[in-house]
Nanobody
């Protein structure tokens, strides 16, 4: 499985951004996908996850309200909508896929990762 995230860029605080992650090479539909981010000097942080079957979602408490995860099964794509961007949202955003099929917040549960897309928020 290969994952490719896109949609990052430089935005001003208060703006919105929608990240995409396209998956290819899958052999089943029993999986879930998640979004994480890693800011300079910090550990990778869980944001949200979604199951491919059913679309059940799971958010980190700090991500509730401004972040929204969704998926398009036909396009094998998961999205992360980020609204009202803040300076502290500056990070590399990664998408991951877990074969376990449930939305998990633990990075160790993810089997595949994309290379990440950089989001830079300026004032």
């Amino acid at each position: 499985v290969q994952l490719q995230a896109s949609g990052g860029g430089s935005v001003q605080a208060g703006g919105d951004l929608k990240l995409s992650c396209v998956a290819s090479g899958r052999t089943s539909n029993s999986y879930a996908m998640g979004w994480f981010r890693q800011a300079p000097g910090k550990e990778r942080e869980f944001l949200a996850a979604i199951t491919w079957i059913g679309g059940a979602t799971y958010y980190e408490d700090s991500a509730k309200g401004r972040f929204a995860i969704s998926r398009d099964n036909a396009k094998n794509t998961v999205y992360l909508q980020i609204n009202n961007l803040k300076l502290e949202d500056t990070a590399i955003y990664y998408c991951g896929e877990t074969k376990d099929g449930f939305a998990t917040r633990w990075a160790r549960d993810y089997d595949h990762w994309g290379p990440g897309t950089l989001v830079t928020v300026s004032s």
